[in-house]
């Protein structure tokens, strides 16, 4: 088919995929427009550049990010050596020192034998060959509108304007209940957690004085404040006592099991057809973590509350990829046309090299007219895959590496929830093992 891959950005995702590719014996072409062009979030000239926190978030085995970071270093990922190699000290998270870590991966991958690095910045995706676009979240116009047409104009997301998800097994089901507002519908798809008058007071109040995250100056172009249909939730408590419950938190047409109505109720949608996730509706937000943590976990039902995601409402360039891109990031339909990184609805540093790694191995795998490398949907990797190419159940959005994309366990766990966790990563790794081995 091809006898090289050409892979568009040098990012966490491209750098690993351009890695991955050239491993498996194939010559690789590696466009970067740096340092003549620049994102408005970029600032360095070098490869897998850490726009934000130096953080690579936890380590730890109980925790979705940390069995991903486990997986990938099973598999020989660029981006993780390069992590270890550069760590700072940071308790049970794994952080870098963002310049080294930078410059290990541009030395290795500006050194590679079969890599040749180019400065361009490219405007539209080849028509033919084996190419990897990973342009991230901040691709600009021309690139974004030659992606848009090949999802037919419309495929193309530009803000993310998620809500908070929750883990179902940490809602306290006596207080939550499951209804679809006038009974229409599948009432497990919704969680219901109904107020008090003076539970919503004290909620209220907690939301509108609560903290808000600080946008970046190109997040900050009025778009996402203006759009109703993507109001942060404490934007729109703002506007009156009332709002929220003639909104979001409306109350009518769910009556608790007594058959009374609350005063207010959040509902909480379900995210996956498993049903291990649900999404807070209609609560997309700019609040700082902590703030969501301690403001969210005041509704009823979810005091213990694990927060899968937390909610985020700012640039983000991203495709509809559920049904156009497969499990190999290849575009369903044009062979040997991949993308990787935070552009196919994967969020988070890591999460992006992971896709870059599977990217990375199923374009080799194409240039050699092999059959792609799919992985196994009880690993990390292998579920951030299917759901991307899958999807939830509502409008997809990007998503972190969490234990609720996981199949459950074949039996109901009994012990601690980190425990549950550890067993989830057990099961995956050895799955791993033994995919890696066939
Ligand atoms: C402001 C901001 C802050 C963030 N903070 C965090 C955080 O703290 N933690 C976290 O985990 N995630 C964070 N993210 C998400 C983060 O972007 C991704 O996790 C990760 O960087 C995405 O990797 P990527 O490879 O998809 O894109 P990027 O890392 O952005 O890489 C894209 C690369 O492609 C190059 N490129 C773009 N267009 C072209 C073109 N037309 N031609 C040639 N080259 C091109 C760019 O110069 C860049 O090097 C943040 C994102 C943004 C925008």
Not at 283 to 302: A, D, K, N
């Amino acid at each position: 088919m091809a006898d090289r891959v050409t892979v568009i950005g040098a990012g966490l995702a491209g750098s690993e995929a351009a890695y991955q590719a050239a491993e498996a014996g194939v010559d690789v072409t590696l466009i970067e427009m740096k340092p003549s062009h620049m994102s408005p979030a970029h600032r360095s000239a070098g490869f897998a550049e850490l726009v934000c926190s130096n953080s690579l978030r936890s380590n730890q085995l109980s925790n979705g990010v940390g069995l991903l970071k486990a997986e990938l270093s099973a598999m020989g990922s660029l981006v993780m050596e390069a992590a270890y190699e550069t760590a700072v000290p940071a308790g049970s998270a794994l952080a870098v020192d963002r310049v080294r870590f930078s410059e290990f991966i541009t030395h290795r991958l500006r050194t590679h034998p079969r890599i040749t690095v180019v400065e361009r910045r490219e405007t539209a995706l080849p028509d033919e060959g084996v190419t990897i676009c990973a342009t991230g979240p901040l691709t600009d116009g021309e690139m974004a509108a030659s992606i848009a047409a090949l999802q037919g104009g419309d495929g193309l997301h530009f803000y993310d304007a998620v809500a908070p998800i929750v883990e179902a097994d940490s809602v306290d089901m006596s207080v939550a209940y499951f209804a679809s507002r006038y009974g229409k519908g599948d009432p497990q798809d919704y969680l219901n957690c109904p107020m008090t008058r003076e539970e919503y007071d004290a909620f209220y109040q907690a939301l509108v004085s609560a903290e808000t995250a600080q946008l970046h100056e190109f997040d900050d172009d009025g778009k996402i404040t203006v759009f109703e249909g993507c109001m942060p939730v404490e934007v729109m408590a703002r506007r009156g006592y009332d709002t929220l419950r003639f909104g979001p938190m409306k109350p009518v047409g769910l009556p608790r099991p007594d058959g009374t109505e609350a005063y207010a109720v959040v509902q909480l949608r379900r995210e996956n057809r498993e049903g291990t996730m649900y999404n807070l509706v209609g609560f997309q937000t700019h609040l700082t973590f902590p703030e969501q943590r301690r403001v969210f976990r005041m509704i009823p039902g979810l005091a213990r509350a694990d927060f899968l995601r937390y909610g985020v409402m700012h640039r983000n360039t991203y495709l509809r990829s559920p049904g156009f891109l497969t499990a190999a990031y290849e575009v369903a339909g044009r062979e040997g046309l991949f993308f990787a990184g935070q552009m196919t609805g994967v969020g988070g540093y890591v999460e992006s090299a992971a896709s870059g790694l599977v990217a990375g191995r199923n374009a080799a795998a194409a240039c050699r007219r092999a059959p792609r490398i799919l992985f196994p949907a009880d690993t990390m990797v292998g579920a951030m895959a299917r759901y991307v190419s899958e999807g939830g159940c509502g409008k997809f959005q990007p998503m972190n590496a969490n234990f609720g994309l996981l199949p459950p366990l074949a039996e109901r766990f009994k012990g601690k929830k980190s425990e549950r966790n550890e067993a989830l990563s057990a099961r995956a790794l050895q799955s791993l093992a033994a995919f890696l081995h066939t």
